[in-house]
């Protein structure tokens, strides 16, 4: 490429081979030589030599090897070049920022001769100029002829030459559109651009837009939010004088001598997610590959104990709440059988890669589906699977965060049973509709929306309850009142109010807060990868549910030691647990709490379990 030069503007030093000059950028006029990053090799990295007349020993870069010098190791860069050019990826973004802030205007090689520098262009035309600084290399993209940056990257310079490659911006670029068209972010997501004449026809067809709500769509039809309420005050310990702590500490100890739920301890197995682990331990150590095994062991076990109780056999509808990908619901597949007559619906709020679910449609007798939608506005008596489906509904979750399960088991409550639904005589609820709402005459004045608070949903009878419940419980410190499933337990119960029950709920993250030694073993990649969920994280053992460390000493204001400060933290997550627990039973469930993994695996270990009440022994 031509050597170009523009008054005020850097221009590109295009190499004529791939052992190019030494790049050394002197500041204007007859300062100082030297700038972070690039440095002045003539002159052995002095900091006031100038470059008027190059020394004779001036050192030189290695054949293959960045031409950067150094001033504070006093060598070259050992990164290797890019191809066609002196430097680094590092170092020639460097280059080329200093020159876009105007810290450097010049370049001089070994020679001594003043050469035009501007930031590097792509030695490959035909793809984009854009350096990503992130991965070390240029954008690979194609572009078209004559044109420098992909569409993508248009708007950070110039197509026409001359501008920086991540550094200047300039609303008028040549993508693949009209010359000198103008580009503008997208009203709907600025993460990207679009031509401004072209915008109509981009909003019509952009990714960012927001999708049409599904017909399954009840606003919070499981919680007690007002959508019209603005958000109330944040709540913070730091909030709480010592007096005022104290004063908590000692309250929810006392709740919890009285209404400690039972934990009975279940570590069970299962073959289908047994020959998965054999896979990830090819040295036949237990954590060779401690992200992947700690999450299947933990599945296998939750699988085992679904076995046990009932829950896995056919003409059942298995719902994954927080699925992401998808991949316990998956296991359950397997388990059921592929030949087995059931349904499978996986819940999540967000979009994910690499679903599970693709390894399900190729069976006859099962029905497969997918709800991206908030659990707070599921109304599960609406959606097509469950709709057309007669089948008990066993929900399923693996470390469903916080509020997320209480959400899931309003949800859950709120269909009705499989004998009634889709009759319009039932509700969502279970409950008969009044005549007058269903009859169409135009007399009957239609319901209208009420600003008042919702009172909690009436409970469902236990002659109707049917399914089940299996959900590994974590992250009590992000449940909510507005959505916890049985706010009465704590007021009438535990005489909390909803403003102590957010603290109890800040106050649970002591369990988890980091006393655990970091893992010896590397955890890989694929545990980031393992079930990336949108309602309920599922990551590392050690780093998903892990905060700052708690100290030695005695703390501050609650006045614990270690120990004791983690015990209130337990104390908390079970009373919430305990609310969990009789709200089942109110449905009609047996329900409990096991420990399903051990500590050492993941400190989240407890998992809530409900059958109907003439199943669960």
């Not at 010359?179 to 909003?203: M, N, S, W």
């Not at 005459?441 to 008042?452: I, L, R």
């Not at 309602?535 to 501050?556: F, K, L, R, V």
Request: aromatic share 4%; proline share 8%.
């Amino acid at each position: 490429m031509a050597a170009q030069t523009d008054a005020g503007a850097a221009a590109t030093v295009a190499p004529t081979s791939p052992h190019h000059p030494v790049l050394e950028l002197v500041s204007a006029g007859n300062g100082p030589a030297s700038h972070e990053g690039i440095i002045d090799t003539t002159s052995g990295g002095g900091a006031n030599n100038p470059l008027d007349t190059p020394t004779e020993a001036a050192p030189k870069p290695s054949p293959g090897r960045c031409a950067h010098f150094s001033a504070r190791s006093q060598r070259f860069c050992r990164g290797k070049p890019l191809e066609g050019l002196p430097m680094c990826g590092m170092h020639m973004q460097k280059q080329s920022q200093a020159l876009v802030d105007g810290h450097c205007d010049t370049a001089r090689g070994v020679d001594g001769a003043v050469l035009p520098v501007s930031p590097p262009r792509n030695p490959n035309p035909a793809h984009c100029s854009f350096f990503v600084k992130r991965k070390e290399r240029f954008c690979r993209m194609m572009v078209g002829g004559g044109r420098v940056f992909c569409g993508e990257h248009a708007a950070v310079g110039d197509n026409g030459g001359g501008g920086a490659a991540g550094g200047a911006s300039s609303s008028k670029s040549m993508g693949p559109g009209p010359v000198g068209a103008e580009r503008i972010p997208c009203p709907l997501d600025p993460r990207h651009t679009v031509y401004k004449h072209r915008l109509v026809r981009h909003l019509k067809k952009c990714t960012g837009r927001p999708d049409p709500l599904p017909e399954y769509h009840t606003e919070c039809h499981n919680s007690t939010r007002n959508p019209s309420d603005a958000p109330g005050p944040k709540i913070s310990l730091a909030d709480l004088t010592t007096v005022e702590l104290r004063a908590l500490i000692q309250r929810v100890r006392a709740a919890g001598d009285k209404h400690m739920p039972e934990i009975v301890e279940s570590v069970l197995d299962h073959p289908v997610v047994r020959a998965e682990i054999d896979k990830c331990k090819p040295s036949g150590e237990k954590y060779n590959n401690i992200g992947v095994c700690s999450h299947l062991e933990q599945q296998a076990s939750l699988i085992g104990n679904m076995e046990s109780c009932g829950l896995l056999r056919e003409r059942q509808c298995y719902i994954e709440f927080g699925a992401g990908r998808g991949k316990l619901l998956h296991f359950v597949y397997r388990a059921v059988g592929p030949d087995t007559e059931a349904d499978f619906l996986a819940v999540d709020r967000m979009r994910t890669r690499c679903k599970f679910d693709r390894f399900h449609r190729a069976s006859e007798k099962s029905r497969q589906s997918r709800a991206l939608i908030d659990i707070e506005h599921l109304d599960l008596a609406k959606v097509p699977l469950i709709q057309t489906g007669t089948f008990p509904l066993v929900a399923v979750g693996k470390h469903l965060c916080g509020v997320a399960t209480d959400l899931s088991l309003v949800c859950l409550a709120n269909c009705p049973p499989a004998g009634s639904r889709g009759d319009p005589a039932i509700d969502s609820s279970g409950l008969p509709v009044a005549a007058a709402i269903a009859t169409s005459d135009p007399a009957v004045p239609a319901p209208t929306a009420s600003t008042e608070p919702k009172a909690p949903k009436r409970p469902r009878l236990a002659s109707v309850v049917d399914g089940g419940v299996m959900i590994a419980l974590c992250c009590h410190q992000v449940c909510s009142w507005t959505g916890y499933c049985n706010q009465s337990f704590f007021v009438d119960e535990l005489d909390f109010s909803p403003r102590e029950f957010k603290l109890i709920a800040l106050m649970s993250s002591w369990y988890i807060c980091g006393t655990r030694q970091a893992p010896t073993q590397s955890g890989g990649s694929e545990d980031a990868k393992d079930d990336g969920k949108g309602d309920a994280g599922d990551g590392d053992a050690e780093t998903e549910h892990a905060a700052s460390t708690i100290d030695e000493s005695t703390t501050a204001k609650s006045g614990l030691q270690k120990k004791d400060q983690e015990r209130v933290g337990f104390i908390c997550k079970r009373l919430i647990d305990a609310g969990r627990v009789l709200y089942l039973q109110d449905q009609g469930y047996n329900a409990r709490l096991i420990s399903y993994t051990d500590p050492g695996v993941s400190l989240e270990h407890v998992a809530l379990v409900a059958t109907p009440r003439h199943t669960l022994e």
